[in-house]
């Protein structure tokens, strides 16, 4: 009996697609390694501004919130849109450190609560998402540290207001001209600039700093 060899269907022959098709091309027109660069220096620029003008304070602020926090003292922070996921930042920084050996150190942002917050928001008014929070949970020797781009939140003044009332730490992140919560705030640090981007970018450098002074100030090795 013959067997018939099995038939093969032959593929068109297809060519290999080039990778290199694939790669982005140089962009044409304006340059842009000018255009990060410039960024950048304006970035470098406005920190150091914002620096050279708090330096002082930020120095006497850090070891007020150190004794705050050696004699038991929790901080509150609170933000909205960008800066309430700077308050979420601020709180881990402290609660979870990222360097070894320095000790965690009790922070709680007032914005993860969802329901917390949209039950306030949507019951009462959302300017006093913040100012109820800190009235049940604050006590005299915590502190509370309000962010903000504008200065302008009245959620974040009612609450900053309040909370100085209540004996605690107040301190604000501000920027452009400081807006009201510059005088509602014991301590106000206002980025001198128009850019939300550039204000933010140096609130969290600021944030980094202040963060490593507490520890310097509670004790601990100035490692970085």
């Known amino acids: 009996m013959t067997v018939e060899p099995e038939s093969f269907v032959v593929a068109p022959n297809r060519s290999v697609p080039d990778s290199s098709a694939h790669q982005p091309s140089a962009p044409r027109g304006p340059d842009w390694r000018a255009k990060v660069l410039r960024k950048c220096a304006e970035s470098v620029a406005v920190k150091q501004q914002f620096f050279d003008r708090y330096a002082d304070a ?14 038991g003292g929790r901080l509150w922070v609170m933000g909205n849109g960008g800066s309430a996921c700077d308050a979420q930042h601020v709180a881990v920084e402290f609660v979870h450190p990222i ?11 007032l914005v993860s609560q969802a329901p917390v917050v949209t039950a306030i928001s949507n019951d009462k008014d959302f300017a006093k998402v913040f100012l109820d929070q800190l009235d049940l949970w604050g006590r005299p020797g915590d502190m509370a540290l309000a962010l903000t781009t504008s200065g302008q939140s009245p959620n974040l003044i009612y609450a900053v207001e309040s909370a100085r009332r209540k004996g605690l730490l107040t301190v604000a992140f501000s920027g ?19 850019s939300v981007h550039r204000i933010q970018e140096s609130h969290v450098a600021l944030l980094h700093i202040l963060w490593d002074l507490i ?3 509670l004790g601990e090795e100035d490692v970085i």
């Open 58 to 71: 930020i120095g006497a602020l850090s070891q007020q919130m150190a004794a705050r926090f050696a004699a």
């Open 215 to 217: 520890h310097v100030a």
């Open 176 to 194: 452009k001209d400081g807006g009201r919560i510059e005088n509602a705030a014991e301590y106000c640090f206002t980025v001198a600039s128009y």
């Open 99 to 109: 360097i070894e050996k320095r000790r965690a150190l009790p922070a709680l942002d």
